[in-house]
């Protein structure tokens, strides 16, 4: 599975932006997909994830509300929608894939990753 993640961007505080993350390689089913995002020297942690059957999602607190994924099952692409963001949003985003069926929120439970993509939140 090859993940290619776009939209990153410099913005200012309050403003939005729109991530998307296409997949290759393999149709996608039974999995769930999810964005995580990194600052130096700070762990990878999860942002949101989705599964790709019926109506699964997750959002970390800090972002419950202010972003939105979804997810296009023919197109194979899935986007995070972020609105209202905070100068504390600025991350490297990374997609990932996980191949089971069921949200997971540690980097490690996820099998392939896109490359990163910069998101800047000016104050």
């Known amino acids: 599975v090859q993940l290619q993640a776009s939209g990153g961007g410099l913005v200012q505080a309050g403003g939005s932006l729109r991530l998307s993350c296409a997949a290759s390689?393999?149709?996608?089913?039974?999995?769930?997909m999810g964005w995580f995002r990194q600052t130096p020297g700070k762990e990878r942690e999860i942002v949101a994830a989705?599964?790709?059957?019926?109506?699964?999602?997750y959002y970390a607190d800090s972002v419950k509300g202010r972003f939105t994924i979804t997810r296009d099952n023919a197109k194979d692409t899935m986007t995070l929608q972020m609105n209202s963001l905070k100068v504390e949003d600025t991350a490297v985003y990374y997609c990932a894939f996980r191949g089971v069926p069921s949200i997971a929120f540690r980097p490690l439970d996820y099998n392939y990753w896109g490359q990163g993509t910069q998101v800047t939140v000016s104050s």
């Open positions: 989705i599964t790709w059957v019926g109506d699964g999602t």
């Open positions: 390689g393999r149709r996608l089913s039974s999995v769930v």
